[in-house]
């Protein structure tokens, strides 16, 4: 069983997302660890990249000032080898394919394996093409999650049949970002990949407050939060990790509150 599964196992689960290097790879390893003891599920990480297309302006800023810091993918390895035996939630990175073919496939994989993560997103490749990774990904026993956006009609039901590990639901159109009203029918899609698959569905894109994450969750299996959090660590740097974990433990509580309710 991947580990991944343990995020949803008889729970909504709430998912924090940070950009590694942002301020340091020494504060990303203590947000690792805060994170999980406020309540995180499972954690999210992005690598940084020069040209993140998916996201908004708080991460792209986060992306360069992990770049500008000397945060590269080898020494994003090497500090989440440190964390092994300490992280217990599943783990899964965010990035792009050019950084996973630079660094090649297979060693990537490898050293995914060797430092705990259990499964890829990657927003740049659509569901058609994810056969270019798919075959090395499983030599690995990592998972592919699959996004499914607004736009994505018809394709829902064929994409939510072969998902693995869970699916990110994008509650908006465009970027990543804040938002103050979310206004999609998450429902009706979430309804949808219901119908096609058991796999858990989270979703992500524009939540921010604890009553956007309870609304969502209540509809879904779970809440992603990304550019609030970056956003705290955007204002307070060095210091963000006890403010990163009151926000954690106020999104776990609010996703549980939906919970209790279903």
């Known amino acids: 069983m991947n580990k991944i599964s343990e995020a949803f196992d008889k729970k909504k ?38 040209d993140p297309t998916a996201e908004g302006v708080v991460i792209q800023a986060a992306n360069e000032r992990a770049l500008k810091a000397g945060c590269t993918t080898d020494r994003l390895f090497d500090m989440l080898e440190k964390t092994v035996g300490k992280i217990h939630v599943p783990m899964v990175f965010l990035t792009y394919v050019n950084p996973i073919y630079t660094y090649g496939k297979e060693k990537f994989m490898k050293r995914c394996v060797q430092c705990g993560i259990s499964g890829l997103i990657v927003p740049d ?54 938002r103050s009203e979310i206004k999609t029918d998450i429902k009706a899609m979430v309804d949808l990949v219901r119908q096609a698959t058991d796999t858990p569905c989270a979703v992500g894109f524009g939540i921010s407050t604890p009553k956007q994450a309870e609304k969502m969750a209540a509809v879904s299996d779970g809440a992603i939060v990304g550019s609030a959090i970056v956003k705290i660590i955007e204002k307070y740097g060095a210091d963000s990790i006890p403010y990163v974990a009151e926000y954690v433990r106020k999104m776990k509580n609010a996703v549980k509150n939906a919970e209790n309710r279903c």
């Open 13 to 50: 689960a709430f998912i924090p997302f940070i950009t590694a290097g942002d301020p340091s790879l020494e504060v990303t390893e203590q947000l690792l660890y805060a994170m999980e003891e406020a309540g995180a599920d499972l954690i999210e990480i992005g690598i940084p990249f020069s």
């Open 125 to 178: 490749m659509p569901y058609e093409e994810k056969g270019e990774l798919k075959p090395v990904c499983e030599a690995y026993g990592i998972q592919i999650i699959s996004l499914i956006a607004p736009t994505s009609q018809e394709r829902i039901s064929r994409i939510a049949k072969e998902a693995e590990g869970y699916i990110y639901c994008v509650s908006s159109l465009g970027v990543t970002g804040v």
